[in-house]
């Protein structure tokens, strides 16, 4: 027999602790005052976002001609930043709604955090949309079906655009009941434990009164399996959506069916990276070694080998099928993102994304921490750099060469990138304050499932 340990068989909680002190350990960083890293985190994520709000508002007070946007290249950072964040926000969904459907133990120590970054990743990503349309509160409602008094109604059903409104409302909604559900019983025991009048208030109000009886968590637990189903076609459909943007499209480069599967599989896995990016930081800043172990690491970077392999096949399709295809505007487009002017981006994009995971491979780098933390901000460039490519490269060589052109970047495209990243570090940082950051009931059924084995 092997002496090497099975990942599935490592501990998912540090043996010894009890139900009591899960409770303890969990609940310290929302009781106590914030750490000295907690406030560090606080103090960078308020910069950025302050910063970034300035050049947001320079953007909607001058239009976005401020951006670094031609006739040629219409489309750049904003849907690059639109298509990233979608699929940063795909992991939550996918740890919440199939593991649970399929029993798995280990999702029960991070889908809590993965939930909340799903719902503040969905936010950063719909706003780059409504930047785009220029003075948004002027006709941001033309993407909505509302009956209206000219007659029909406005929206086309028949644009890719209008089908992403739904997939993104759909997602954000069952994203945030599902996580708002998971939060109830963990807000009872912090109202239980609160020691002033204005936490048990507000804890009291967050809980809808959970008493904790059996019939409330038969209902919980019916609930939780409900949403859990009904989520799980989400993972597929809503990145599906959004690869439609491009795919239903004639421009070579855009015009392909493998971009449905392409992209959720891409999204999985940069959502998956971003997690563990998360994950880290939380279990460092607020001592968590005991609940987020390597093995919940391990696991993660084994789906990331996964899912980095497929993109990794998808991008050698890709060439093949604009080589196999002989039309010459198809070929020329690939050839450009290889070795055009931007060639620097495709090579990044390759190197993050396809050779970078598989180091994962050795066990040793697969449970290093600092190897595992570098490793998934390196996914997440590489993935941002495969929009990029997508996006850019396919637009700014047309079929006429007189239509050819750059696209370079402004301080104002930088800077509303930098707000999204400082709302989604605000927002979790808050949520990681206030809110448990680990689901304390699922937690405790772990332990108490170990020791009803022994």
């Known amino acids: 027999m092997s002496s090497v340990t099975s990942p599935v068989r490592t501990p998912l909680v540090t043996s010894g602790k009890?139900?009591?002190?899960?409770t303890e350990d969990i609940c310290r960083q929302v009781e106590g005052k914030p750490t000295r890293s907690w406030m560090m985190g606080m103090a960078i994520s308020l910069t950025a976002l302050a910063l970034g709000a300035y050049a947001t508002f320079v953007l909607l007070w001058e239009g976005i001609g401020v951006w670094g946007l031609n006739k040629t290249v219409g489309w750049a950072w904003d849907i690059t930043n639109f298509v990233w964040w979608v699929g940063i926000g795909h992991a939550g969904t996918l740890i919440s709604a199939i593991l649970l459907l399929f029993r798995q133990k280990w999702r029960m120590s991070i889908n809590r955090a993965a939930e909340a970054m799903t719902i503040f990743a969905v936010i950063c990503a719909a706003m780059f949309p409504l930047f785009h349309m220029g003075r948004l509160w002027l006709g941001f409602y033309w993407a909505l079906p509302l009956p209206n008094t000219f007659g029909s109604l406005w929206v086309n059903f028949n644009s890719p655009l209008l089908w992403d409104v739904f997939a993104i409302s759909t997602y954000f909604t069952v994203s945030l009941v599902f996580w708002y559900i998971g939060l109830?019983?963990?807000?009872?025991?912090?109202?239980?434990?609160?020691?002033?009048?204005?936490?048990?208030?507000v804890y009291g109000a967050l809980s809808f009164g959970w008493t904790g009886g059996a019939k409330a968590w038969m209902r919980y637990e019916s609930v939780a399996l409900i949403l859990a189903g009904l989520a799980t076609p989400l993972v597929l459909s809503v990145h599906t959506i959004v690869s439609f943007d491009f795919a239903t499209s004639v421009i070579p480069g855009w015009h392909t069916t493998i971009f449905p599967?392409?992209?959720?599989?891409?999204?999985?896995?940069?959502?998956?990276?971003?997690?563990?990016?998360?994950?880290?930081?939380?279990?460092?800043?607020?001592?968590?070694?005991?609940?987020?172990?390597?093995?919940?690491?391990?696991?993660?970077?084994?789906?990331?080998?996964i899912t980095g392999s497929i993109v990794g096949i998808a991008y050698i399709t890709e060439l093949f099928i604009a080589w196999y295809s002989g039309v010459q505007a198809e070929q020329y487009a690939f050839l450009n993102r290889v070795s055009g002017p931007y060639w620097w981006a495709y090579w990044t994009m390759m190197t993050c994304n396809v050779i970078s995971p598989q180091l994962f491979w050795v066990k040793k780098i697969r449970t290093s921490i600092v190897a595992t933390f570098i490793l998934s901000?390196?996914?997440?460039?590489?993935?941002?750099?495969?929009?990029?490519?997508?996006?850019?490269?396919?637009?700014?060589?047309?079929?006429?060469?007189?239509?050819?052109?750059?696209?370079?970047?402004?301080?104002?495209?930088?800077?509303?990138?930098?707000?999204?990243?400082?709302?989604?570090?605000?927002?979790?940082?808050?949520?990681?304050?206030?809110?448990?950051?680990?689901?304390?009931?699922?937690?405790?059924?772990?332990?108490?499932?170990?020791?009803?084995?022994?």
């Open 18 to 22: 009890s139900i009591h002190d899960v």
């Open 184 to 201: 109830i019983p963990d807000f009872a025991t912090i109202r239980d434990r609160a020691k002033n009048k204005i936490s048990q208030a």
């Open 261 to 305: 599967p392409y992209f959720v599989a891409g999204a999985i896995f940069s959502g998956f990276a971003m997690v563990l990016t998360l994950m880290i930081v939380t279990r460092a800043m607020f001592k968590l070694e005991d609940y987020i172990t390597i093995g919940h690491i391990e696991l993660m970077n084994i789906v990331i080998i």
């Open 377 to 454: 901000i390196i996914v997440n460039i590489g993935m941002w750099f495969e929009r990029f490519v997508i996006i850019v490269t396919s637009l700014h060589r047309d079929y006429l060469p007189s239509s050819w052109a750059m696209f370079f970047p402004t301080k104002y495209d930088v800077g509303v990138y930098l707000f999204s990243f400082g709302f989604f570090f605000t927002a979790f940082l808050l949520f990681s304050k206030f809110f448990p950051v680990i689901n304390i009931a699922e937690v405790k059924s772990i332990i108490k499932t170990d020791s009803e084995k022994l």
